[in-house]
């Protein structure tokens, strides 16, 4: 694994972790051994279980810094499932954090994605907080992400998440 591929690896991690803590356990994560459906975790409860892709950018990069995040997913291996969503995450590898988070059911993803040449569905989101772009309704700051995983899965929410 390269460079890349590990530090990719340690923000899925880290946003597992953040979950994980911040619903107290009361979500529980895993990460697949081979990633050849486009899962990266599992976040699940004893009654259900959604999967995510994760995509991530580093607040340093040179289009993050100019105020863009911008991703591609291969079309050619990204299927619609209603129990999949695309998590786009920022992380500083200076502070070792992770967040703002884009969290994007599948669907909607694949509705409001435009489809590049390439073969790529493009996502190309404002990393401004007040930005009103096409994806910013799906923005989630890192406080509130364990209560939207809890609520994707349909679990009563802990005093103070």
């Not at 050849?36 to 279980?49: I, K, M, Y």
């Not at 105020?67 to 999949?84: H, I, K, N, P, S």
Request: proline letters at 3%.
């Amino acid at each position: 694994m390269d460079e890349a591929g590990r530090i990719g690896k340690a923000v899925e991690y880290a946003v597992a972790a953040a979950v994980v803590l911040g619903t107290q356990g009361k979500v529980n994560a895993a990460t697949a051994m081979w990633d050849d459906e486009g899962v990266d975790l599992t976040f699940f409860t004893r009654d259900s279980s959604v999967d995510i892709q994760v995509k991530s950018r580093g607040i340093r990069s040179q289009t993050v810094s100019r105020g863009r995040y911008v991703a591609g997913v291969r079309q050619a291996t990204f299927r619609v499932r209603d129990d999949l969503w695309m998590l786009f995450c920022l992380f500083d590898h200076v502070e070792a954090t992770v967040g703002p988070f884009w969290l994007i059911r599948s669907d909607e993803f694949a509705q409001n994605a435009p489809l590049m040449n390439s073969g790529l569905l493009r996502f190309s989101a404002s990393t401004k907080p007040d930005s009103r772009d096409r994806w910013s309704a799906y923005r989630v700051d890192r406080v509130s992400l364990p209560a939207r995983i809890l609520d994707i899965l349909g679990a009563t929410p802990i005093a103070g998440v």
